[in-house]
């Protein structure tokens, strides 16, 4: 199996939890929902799944209910809670972990926002990256990422796109080079330079 088909088959397996749990649509009756990140983009490496919600007035409340159903499934190993309001996210962070059937624990980011959030919101990356990505592209962020997990070295998935889209980093190698020069302990509005 090559890499380009290792991402899709752990995006099937992605797709398959949402399902399972139905988050997408629990999710989607708090406000607009969207999967983003790495599970958007058939770039998933480590077994992580990405959500964003979008509400007129953000309600934990309303997803403490959501999550308790869900803590009756024997699959859900772990849900946690963080408010972010007074920081720089300036949002509500819940965390799953769903351990699937080959015992793979998957940890799902899910962030709530209200509609007129200011920060970098990453639902606005998802069309820039679906038009930019080449398989090429792809296949280098792949690669990247699983050589950075085998070394378990962590960096954030954003930095590694923007070095390979616009910087056309190759290897690991010309990443860590790559990093050397870039500020990453603060929030980034990077997008996708669009080639014509």
């Not at 999550?67 to 772990?78: A, G, I, K, R």
């Not at 209200?114 to 962020?141: A, E, F, R, Y």
């Amino acid at each position: 199996m090559d890499i380009l088909e290792r991402a899709t088959q752990r995006k099937k397996l992605a797709l398959e939890i949402l399902e399972k749990l139905n988050l997408l649509e629990r999710w989607a009756a708090i406000g607009e929902t969207y999967l983003v990140g790495a599970a958007a983009y058939d770039l998933i490496v480590s077994h992580d799944i990405d959500i964003e919600t979008f509400s007129e007035a953000p309600n934990v409340h309303k997803v403490f209910e959501l999550l308790t159903s869900l803590s009756s499934d024997p699959n859900v190993v772990q849900i946690k809670y963080h408010n972010y309001m007074d920081s720089p996210f300036n949002g509500l962070y819940f965390k799953l972990l769903y351990r699937d059937s080959q015992l793979n624990v998957w940890n799902i980011d899910m962030w709530l926002f209200s509609n007129d959030h200011k920060g970098p919101q990453s639902k606005n990356l998802v069309q820039d990256m679906l038009q930019t990505l080449t398989d090429d592209m792809k296949i280098s962020i792949l690669l990247i990422k699983e050589e950075l997990v085998r070394k378990d070295i962590k960096y954030s998935s954003i930095y590694i796109y923007q070095a390979v889209i616009d910087y056309n980093i190759r290897t690991t190698e010309e990443f860590f080079d790559w990093v050397k020069t870039k500020e990453m302990n603060k929030l980034t509005t990077w997008k996708p330079k669009i080639r014509n």
